[in-house]
């Protein structure tokens, strides 16, 4: 029987693209390397994308990444398992310590004792300081009260004293006053003309306002209800002296002119302008 040889007509190059698309001939894919799965940032795209060059079927590829999370699953499940476990232990750990409980509850109980105690003491105290404030506030303004009520009595003596209401007898408070006055007569001759001097009549109604301003807000205070009529006689003989003043210096006709606008100032300083205008007039109807 012959044989015939029948020559492979397949070239060189076609053989070894068959070999290339026969699978059983590439290497095997390395397994999947954890670390992959626990860089910082890890991306499931990312990830996927680095495997393009794997020589690996999408269903093998799948496979082991289902294997793969299964795994991590199971390692989950046991660290969970062993945690709850020791959870559990401790319990048992525990037991026995509910004297050493008591103790600290029973010191807490007396700690919160002890608070509410100084919280007592402190609100105590603290209602003694402010009665002490409001002690030493009250106590100030009764000082201060009777400051202004001293200073008033003074004011009141001396605007007494300067229009010869009441006079007080010391030796040598007399001579000394007078003296004092003929200096003021000798350098002033208009005071001297008209027997009345301007500057002390200014000074006497100074005095006079700065004792009625120093009991502003004290008008219902026992003590300055007493002294109503002597502050009244004060006003009365200074409005009888500027009076007096006024109608010396309209008698002297023109050269008194100045006087007058003088004494005018004066009663507007007492606030008695009302008294100057009365004055005034009594004089035009003469």
């Given at each position: ?28 894919a390395k ?9 910082p940032?890890?991306?499931p795209?990312?990830y996927?994308?680095?495997?393009s ?7 093998d ?25 020791d ?25 919160n ?16 300081v ?33 229009v010869?209401?009441?006079?007080v ?33 200014r000074?006497n ?6 004792a009625k301003e120093?009991i ?11 002294q109503?009529?002597?502050?009244g ?21 023109t ?32």
């Amino acid at each position: 029987m012959s044989q015939f040889y029948i020559p492979d007509s397949r070239t060189e190059s076609d053989a070894t693209s068959d070999d290339e698309d026969n699978l059983d001939t590439l290497p095997f894919a390395k397994p999947l390397q954890r670390s992959d799965f626990l860089a910082p940032d890890f991306t499931p795209s990312t990830y996927l994308s680095t495997l393009s060059n794997r020589h690996q079927t999408l269903e093998d590829l799948r496979a082991e990444l289902r294997s793969r999370s299964q795994l991590l699953s199971r390692e989950l499940l046991d660290l969970v398992n062993a945690n709850y476990a020791d959870f559990l232990t401790l319990g048992n750990s525990l037991r026995g310590g509910e004297e050493k409980v008591e103790g600290v509850r029973v010191g807490l109980l007396g700690f919160n004792k002890e608070v509410g105690l100084l919280e007592r003491l402190v609100s105590e105290r603290e209602e003694e300081v402010f009665g002490l404030v409001e002690e030493r506030r009250r106590t100030r303004q009764e000082i201060e009260i009777g400051r202004r009520l001293v200073e008033f009595e003074e004011r009141l003596k001396e605007c007494e004293e300067g229009v010869a209401v009441e006079r007080v007898q010391r030796d040598g408070d007399m001579s000394d006053s007078s003296e004092s006055e003929d200096e003021e007569e000798e350098d002033d001759d208009d005071d001297a003309q008209y027997g009345t001097s301007i500057a002390r009549l200014r000074r006497n109604v100074v005095q006079y306002r700065l004792a009625k301003e120093g009991i502003k807000g004290l008008e219902e205070h026992p003590f300055v209800a007493a002294q109503t009529q002597r502050l009244g006689k004060v006003r009365s003989t200074l409005l009888l002296d500027l009076s007096t003043a006024l109608q010396q210096a309209k008698r002297a006709g023109t050269s008194g002119s100045g006087r007058v606008m003088q004494i005018i100032k004066i009663y507007s300083d007492m606030e008695e302008q009302g008294e100057a205008v009365k004055v005034l007039k009594t004089l035009k109807s003469r």
